[in-house]
Structures are given as structure tokens and as C-alpha cells.
């Protein structure tokens, strides 16, 4: 079963999101199998972004993503990567489906209330520089035959 990194941003969380976030995840049917809330340091965003810092922007956004904690959180299903990025929606809040997370709270490309992996690799390496192997939970759903056919449960 394939797994991603969803990590509600400084925005979200002082807006008192979180809830309705992880609900939106939930309700859609993804399993929450790890979270943490975080207070990332420079360093932290440097690495974790390490492919925009030499963008204009980068200390704009290092200056929102170390300003308050963010709640990682990581989340398994079918297809997880691809369904969580659809379901956060495009960078650019403003251009996002009105229906998707960033397009439904948002209006900015920067104070975006969500990450998502963009790909099962950048979803392994997202995972493994916050979590360890043991702070990933594996538990049973009892509702599980019901949410997803036998050959969509591996
Ligand atoms: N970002 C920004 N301005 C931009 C592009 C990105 O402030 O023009 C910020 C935004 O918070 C975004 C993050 O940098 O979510 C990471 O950028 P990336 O291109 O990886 O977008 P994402 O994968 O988050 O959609
Ligand atoms: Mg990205």
C-alpha cells in the first residue's frame, strides 16, 4: 500500500484547520498511519525544500514554515500519492479546484494550508526525514472490505 506525507502549514494551523484537514483525508478514505506536530527549524526547510532555495521567494517561505508548528502526518491507500495531491489541489491556491483543500481555504500560492508528496520517491524520502520506522502504525480498519476491493488492498 503505497504512503504520503500530508503536513498542515503554519497557516492552517493558526486558522484552526486542522480538524477539518484531516477530515477531508479521512472522509475520502486514506488511513492516518503516523503524526507529529513539528516546529521546523532553518535547516529543516532547507532540506526539506531543498530544490526552491534558489528561488526569490525561499526566505519568504522558510519565514512562514518556521513561524508556528505544523502537523505532519502521514497517510496510506491505493494510489495515495496521486489521490492526495488531487484532493490538496494545484501550489497556486487561487487556481486550485474551488472543490480541493487549498482551493477551498485559500488564497495564496505561498500560505497554501497543505504539502503533499508529488511522487511515491519524494513520498519515501518525505517520509523517512521525519518518521521512523516505528512511529508508523500499522492497524487494521474494521471497515476496510468495505472501502476497498481485495486486489486495491495491497
Ligand atoms: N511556493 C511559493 N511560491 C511559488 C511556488 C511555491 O511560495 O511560486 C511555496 C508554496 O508554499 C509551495 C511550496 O513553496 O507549496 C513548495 O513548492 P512546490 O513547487 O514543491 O509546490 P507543491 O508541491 O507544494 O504544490
Ligand atoms: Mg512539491
Redesign the pocket.
Known amino acids: 500500500m503505497q504512503r504520503t506525507l500530508v503536513i498542515i502549514k503554519p497557516d492552517a494551523v493558526q486558522r484552526g484547520l486542522i480538524g477539518r484537514i484531516i477530515s477531508r483525508l479521512e472522509e475520502k478514505g486514506l488511513k492516518l498511519v503516523a503524526a507529529k506536530l513539528v516546529k521546523f527549524s532553518d535547516d529543516i526547510v532547507k532540506k526539506f ?1 531543498s ?2 532555495t534558489d528561488k526569490p ?1 525561499f526566505q519568504d ?1 522558510k519565514r512562514f514554515m518556521t513561524s508556528t508548528p505544523v502537523l505532519l502526518t502521514v497517510w496510506e491507500g491505493p494510489e495515495a500519492v496521486k489521490v492526495v495531491r488531487k484532493l490538496c489541489g ?2 497556486n491556491s487561487r487556481e486550485a479546484e474551488p472543490s480541493s483543500i487549498r482551493g477551498s481555504f485559500s488564497m495564496s ?2 500560505c ?1 494550508v497543505v ?1 503533499s508528496s ?1 511522487s511515491p520517491e519524494e513520498a519515501e524520502r518525505e517520509i523517512s526525514m521525519f518518521f521512523s520506522r516505528e512511529e508508523i502504525i500499522q492497524w487494521e480498519r474494521k471497515l476496510e472490505d468495505l472501502m476497498l476491493a481485495e486486489d486495491e488492498r495491497e
Open positions: 525544500y530544490h526552491l521567494f517561505l494545484v501550489t500560492s505561498m497554501n504539502h508529488g
